[in-house]
């Protein structure tokens, strides 16, 4: 799993934060997560935020998929 969290930043941060050949990796959230991206690992998923002035991606947080989405 930890390759697989590794190949998802690489990814991220080299080819795109916004697009993945699979339309189901990344997707933007919304609601009370808008403006920020999740990308999806199996049954992981990762948050991040993306600062396009500062060419900025932050990771917000890494969980389980039934976890991530209920804000602390």
Do not use: C, W
């Amino acid at each position: 799993m930890q390759a697989a969290i590794a190949g998802a930043f690489d990814y991220i941060s080299n080819v795109s934060p916004f697009r993945h050949p699979n339309p189901k990796t990344i997707q933007r959230l919304h609601g009370k997560r808008r403006g920020q991206y999740r990308y999806r690992i199996q049954n992981i998923r990762i948050v991040y935020r993306v600062d396009r002035q500062r060419q900025e991606i932050e990771i917000l947080e890494i969980d389980n998929r039934g976890d991530i989405y209920s804000l602390k």
